[in-house]
């Protein structure tokens, strides 16, 4: 039994408010259960150095818990980002220049922003899912004002944790799960299923082929209702 009392396959509950930063091209708060994420997506109109004349665009992101986001306070990353918020912080740019065409979005530089306000387990996935949102509505806003002529992003994309608590595969794990875990996984993948990546780790015994089989399969079946909730939020 998970500690909630979900099954084994299913999500907690999902909710995305978008616009709800007034100032940001777009933003989005992305709650996954207990887990609440603020997403922005900032336009720039200055490339990297490196981009300079090669008529791309560009996409960053940054990651951050807040203090009390967890059970006891953590402090600010005032002296330089940690590896663990190096390494998500990539996995967020990664994930969203995946399915972005960077050549239709020519000197623009988007800076996405996922700021953790209160954290229960999977908060890099649902800063992928959230940024997604984010990053989505942002592009919008530049078609519309004519800046673009079309949305450079090539298909949607969501991201969710699976892991093997208590001998059992189940999908999106909760803190008490995770910490728990047998195994840890991530999964970013597009609405048709291609990969863009896959962290999976075995935390107390190994798993095999099988197990990670259906750790998959219940990822697929995740992510297919984060995009049906971004659809729905974003209007499509």
């Known amino acids: 039994m998970r500690p909630n009392s979900r099954t084994a396959e299913q999500m907690r509950p999902l909710e995305i408010i978008p616009d709800i930063n007034l100032y940001a091209e777009g933003s989005c708060l992305i709650k996954c259960g207990n887990t609440h994420v603020l997403c922005t997506a900032t336009i720039d109109r200055n490339v990297p150095a490196w981009l300079k004349g090669q008529k791309r665009g560009w996409i960053t992101a940054e990651y951050a818990l807040l203090p009390r986001a967890t059970q006891t306070r953590v402090a600010r990353e005032t002296k330089g980002v940690g590896g663990r918020t190096h390494e998500i912080q990539r996995l967020i740019g990664r ?20 700021d953790v306000l209160q954290a229960d387990g999977g908060t890099r996935t649902a800063s992928i899912s959230g940024a997604f949102v984010a990053l989505y509505i942002a592009m919008q806003k530049l078609v519309r004002q004519g ?28 803190y008490a799960e995770d910490s728990h875990a047998g195994a840890d996984t991530n999964f970013v993948l597009t609405e048709s299923g291609r990969i863009v990546e896959i ?38």
């Open 147 to 174: 800046e673009l002529a079309r949305n450079p992003i090539r298909e949607y994309l969501a991201a969710v944790s699976c892991g093997i608590y208590d001998g059992e595969p189940v999908l999106d794990l909760e």
């Open 95 to 114: 994930s969203l220049r995946a399915v972005t065409d960077l050549t239709a979005m020519p000197e623009i530089c988007v800076q996405i922003d996922c």
């Open 199 to 236: 962290q999976a780790t075995a935390e107390g015994a190994t798993f095999n082929e099988s197990e990670f089989n259906e750790l998959f399969r219940l990822a697929k079946s995740g992510i297919h209702q984060i995009i049906q909730v971004q659809k729905k939020v974003l209007g499509e």
